[in-house]
């Protein structure tokens, strides 16, 4: 966890007053693009990215229309994402977040998982992305909030907000 608060001084400043700044240009730079188009060889990859408060860039990735989905977030603060499977199509769970792939996984998951790394990527556990980050005074005024919130984007962690 010591490489978080490093990556987000770079990224905002003070953090206490954060300049989301950094996003606008990582908007115009594209920094995941290369990996992003080596996943859409073999992914239909749709971009999710909220330009408005997110301070990452995020996809719903499938093999075909009608298959499971993987959701990635990718942060424009460091080399840092979240990535989760969902082979119900449901609201996103705290168990459908992968750091790494098993037996179970789907066939594409490995190769998933191999481009994110070897991309210099590191894949976030559901523990990691919940973790209180002190300090850290977002836009709205809200303390704490979650390294998800730090990395990824205003919304939390999605599944806090599933019904």
């Known amino acids: 966890m010591e ?14 007053k954060p300049n989301y700044g950094f996003f606008s240009q990582a908007l115009r730079d594209r920094p995941w693009e290369p990996l ?3 996943l859409r060889r073999f992914l239909r990859v749709e971009d999710w990215t909220d330009r408005e408060d997110d301070v990452s860039f995020s996809y719903e990735m499938q093999v075909g229309r009608s298959s499971p989905a993987w959701s990635l977030w990718l942060s424009a603060v460091g080399p840092f994402a979240l990535l989760a499977y969902s082979s ?3 609201e996103l769970l705290r168990s459908d977040v992968v750091v ?34 002190d300090g850290f005074r977002p836009w709205d005024g809200r303390f704490p909030v ?18």
């Open 100 to 133: 790494d792939v098993g037996p179970e996984a789907p066939p594409e998951g490995t190769e998933v998982v191999t481009l994110l790394r070897d991309a210099g990527v590191r894949l976030l556990s559901a523990d990691e992305v919940e973790t209180t980050v």
């Open 36 to 38: 992003v188009e080596r």
């Open 3 to 16: 490489e978080f608060p490093g990556y987000a001084r770079r990224a905002y400043g003070d953090l206490r």
């Open 88 to 90: 119900t199509g449901g």
């Open 146 to 163: 979650s390294l998800f919130v730090v990395l990824f984007g205003d919304t939390d962690v999605p599944w806090w907000h599933a019904s």
